[in-house]
């Protein structure tokens, strides 16, 4: 079994939920659109790594780490959410990383870790 380093359960905010018509972060439009509301962006979700990441990269990660991210679920303003990273093996420089909301469904899933991510 696979060891797994979580973050704190996070209510994630959308700054944009009143930004104007045009854009899914917006509640009106999201809404004509038919998602539950506006949607938080994607690099509100992106900030709740960095932890969890230098936890099992070390600060090398600021310098050198990379994270890529595909979103599978939408959330909205002050859904909580939780962010998760597979526990590297030894001299291992890439691992799995995920995020759900506080009722499971995936919200997004990637990987993270040291150097060229190509």
């Not at 930004?19 to 899914?24: D, M, T």
């Not at 939780?82 to 899933?109: I, N």
């Amino acid at each position: 079994m696979t060891d797994v380093k979580q973050g704190p359960l996070w209510a994630a905010r959308n700054w944009s939920a009143d930004a104007g018509a045009g854009s899914i972060h917006d509640d009106a439009t999201a809404t004509e659109l038919g998602f539950r509301g506006g949607t938080v962006a994607g690099d509100i979700h992106m900030n709740q790594f960095p932890p969890v990441l230098v936890d099992l990269f070390g600060e090398t990660w600021f310098e050198q780490g990379y994270l890529s991210l595909l979103f599978r679920n939408p959330t909205v303003d002050r859904e909580e959410v939780q962010v998760f990273a597979e526990v590297p093996a030894p001299g291992a420089t890439e691992t799995r990383v995920w995020m759900e909301r506080a009722d499971g469904l995936l919200v997004c899933e990637g990987s993270a870790g040291l150097g060229d991510p190509s």
